[in-house]
């Protein structure tokens, strides 16, 4: 017999408060299929799901059984959101990589689009990772009224009131925040943060780039130049004519 979710307290979060937005580009993009109008729309919902849940997806992470069933109206955005959570990617990038309740938070954030009210709704959910699986456990996160109310049967996921007016500064993107490893497993990997660092700092944008004629282009091609003078000849005092060589003034007669 399952256990019920243990019951923890909201708290007034972004999410939590109504307010009035002015759509913009700060704004995320929704995607749901009742707003479909060609097959590029659905190109775009898809990619969107998997950003959102895997970040990105390379060619052997992609669902083409699931994309196909979405395309042709046989399953849901929600039913195909459920199929990503439960591939095998999902599981060795995310479960197996981090604890229940790094899981769970990872979930909750990519699924209902906010971060985890507190520590005890991370164990609350940690308890049915145990009792239920993880089939059990995303069912019941997509069987929520949360998530019903939010994003319903055909819209993608996506962080919810990330923006407030009020703030100069919005939250940091799930997915920035969040990586799939934690530190743990990034150490275990050996991933070349040294390397990703230091390509980050040769970065150069594009409204930086030298363009052709630009003096800077040059700049190494002149310090490549080590120009080589002949060396001085010696000469003594002996070899020097003083008679010939010290100018006299000649005195009329």
Do not use: H
């Not at 195909?80 to 439960?86: D, H, M, S, T, V």
Request: aromatic fraction near 14%; charge should be positive.
């Amino acid at each position: 017999m399952a256990l019920p979710l243990l019951s923890y307290s909201p708290v007034s979060q972004n999410v939590r408060v109504a307010g009035y937005e002015v759509p913009g580009d700060e704004q995320p993009r929704v995607f749901s299929t009742d707003d479909l109008l060609d097959s590029t729309g659905m190109d775009a919902l898809i990619e969107a799901a998997y950003r959102q849940i895997f970040f990105y997806a390379f060619k052997w992470d992609r669902e083409p059984f699931l994309e196909s069933q979405l395309r042709n109206g046989q399953i849901t955005v929600r039913d195909f959101i459920r199929g990503l959570l439960l591939s095998n990617t999902f599981y060795t990038s995310f479960y197996e990589k981090n604890s229940n309740y790094r899981f769970v938070e990872q979930c909750v954030e990519r699924v209902l689009g906010r971060s985890v009210y507190n520590e005890r709704e991370k164990i609350a959910w940690s308890i049915v990772v145990v009792t239920k699986g993880i089939q059990g456990f995303v069912n019941d996160l997509l069987d929520s009224d949360e998530y019903l109310e939010a994003f319903g049967y055909n819209t993608v996921p996506y962080q919810r009131r990330r923006y407030l007016a009020s703030r100069s500064a919005g939250e940091t993107p799930t997915n920035i925040r969040l990586p799939r490893y934690d530190e743990y497993y990034r150490s275990v990997l050996g991933f070349p943060q040294i390397v990703w660092q230091n390509q980050v700092r040769r970065f150069v944008p594009q409204d930086k780039t030298p363009t052709a004629g630009n003096p800077a282009m040059f700049l190494g091609m002149a310090r490549s130049i080590s120009p080589s003078a002949a060396a001085p000849a010696r000469v003594t005092t002996s070899d020097i004519n003083i008679a010939t060589k010290v100018p006299y003034r000649k005195v009329p007669s």
